[in-house]
């Protein structure tokens, strides 16, 4: 498995792209290290503007991947070309040579992944689950739907973006996948799915699993055939409600939710909202106005293996879906990496072997922070690059990245 990482200069939050796509690569290969096969040094040539990268962008997004799967970074282009259509795009030996803050970029990034030697092979642990198929994907975004301004890349972000910034490490999973050894499994977006698939989720939530699913899914079958009867039809028993009519919002338009005992706060949806009804389910978010007024909006049915059934049939705003995501995280008893949740701009990312278990600390942000690195297994950390012991808390540069290690023969199991 490898993949090609350009990461957008003019969004500041492209690093979560980078983050998801890592996870997703690592997933592809059911866990196995896989490889960084294209990345420009610097500059790219094909978008309308092609800023340089700022010092050290170059480094802190290679580890990036490497903290979440990549057992190798390659690069495209090794001698930055004279001629050609690609002539623009920068090189590991730029047009200048060798005396350019890109050659000694790129050496510097090589004699620090020798370094890294002993994260090779290594692996992540993750006890929660993103469910994507593609062409569920494709088959959502075609015309002649209750709305066309859905975007599955955009509802898949909002959905790990809390996650990423709490820290939790994810698998993305085919939803005909064995998803029983995760104890959350979240289905953003799934309009197809085939009746296995559909089996999987519940085998997940009857072994223990929390799930949680988000609106107009489980729709129709895997030839685009509406699965009839009240919607999501293969879901309607494992959440505890149906949905009688999807509904769609005008751009522009915006819906009001209050929580279930009558108290407004600050949640809206957008772009998305369906008429549900509750039969077993308690309703955590309710519609204000219009002809759902007091409908659920998202409810959550207790099961029988001890955790619960989430269903979110609206377009929440950013906030609300953050907190309500982060709950369901901690009802299910799914662990984040670290103890304490990074600040705001820091990602943290684990890989382990059966010795050792290698702590990534990456800094997006343009400030100096601490960040705590406790992970609840009660082993001291080591940083890779000199030796020296860290204890409690770390403080991590602007733009930094800080790779820790710790022998995994002395871990203690949190739970």
Not at 137 to 163: C, G
Not at 200 to 211: E, I, Q
Not at 305 to 329: C, E, F, N, T
């Amino acid at each position: 498995v490898s993949d090609d990482w350009y990461p957008d200069l003019a969004d500041p939050l492209s690093h979560l792209e980078g983050a998801a796509g890592a996870d997703l690569m690592r997933s592809l290969g059911e866990g196995r290290p896989w490889l960084l096969m294209e990345q420009a040094v610097s500059a790219i040539n094909w978008r309308a503007v092609n800023p340089p990268k700022s010092g050290g962008a170059y480094r802190r997004w290679s580890l990036q991947q490497v903290a979440r799967g990549a057992d190798a970074v390659l690069h495209f282009q090794w001698r930055a070309s004279v001629g050609g259509a690609e002539k623009w795009h920068s090189g590991m030996l730029p047009h200048a040579g060798p005396r350019t803050r890109t050659w000694r970029e790129v050496v510097g990034l090589g004699a620090e992944l020798e370094g890294l030697a002993d994260v090779a092979g290594a692996t992540t642990p993750c006890d929660i689950a993103i469910v994507l198929d593609w062409p569920s994907w494709w088959a959502l975004e075609l015309d002649s739907r209750p709305s066309t301004r859905l975007s599955m890349v955009r509802i898949l972000r909002s959905w790990y973006e809390p996650l990423w910034r709490r820290g939790c490490s994810v698998d993305f999973a085919h939803p005909e996948s064995d998803l029983s050894g995760y104890r959350l499994v979240l289905v953003p977006q799934l309009y197809s799915v085939t009746d296995h698939g559909a089996q999987r989720l519940v085998d997940a939530a009857d072994a223990g699993a929390t799930v949680a699913v988000g609106y107009f899914s489980g729709a129709v079958d895997e030839q685009d055939r509406v699965r009839s009867g009240g919607y999501p039809a293969p879901w309607t028993d494992l959440l505890g409600i149906w949905v009688e009519e999807y509904r769609p919002l005008l751009p522009g338009e915006t819906v009001e939710l209050r929580t279930a005992d009558g108290g407004l706060g600050q949640a809206s949806a957008s772009e998305w909202t369906e008429h549900v009804h509750a039969e077993r389910a308690e309703v955590v978010l309710a519609y204000v106005g219009g002809d759902i007024d007091g409908c659920p909006a998202v409810t959550r049915r207790s099961l029988p293996s001890g955790s619960a059934a989430w269903y979110l049939s609206a377009g929440l705003d950013q906030a609300a879906l953050d907190a309500l995501l982060l709950r369901i995280v901690d009802e299910s008893g799914a662990r984040p990496i670290l103890v304490e949740a990074p600040p705001s701009d820091v990602e943290v990312a684990v890989r382990q072997t059966d010795q050792q278990r290698f702590l990534f600390l990456i800094n997006h942000g343009g400030t100096a922070v601490p960040v705590t690195v406790d992970d609840g297994t009660g082993c001291a950390w080591t940083r890779v690059d000199d030796g020296t012991p860290v204890v409690d808390r770390i403080t991590l540069e602007a733009g930094d990245v800080v790779v820790l290690s710790t022998a995994r023969e002395r871990m203690v199991d949190p739970a």
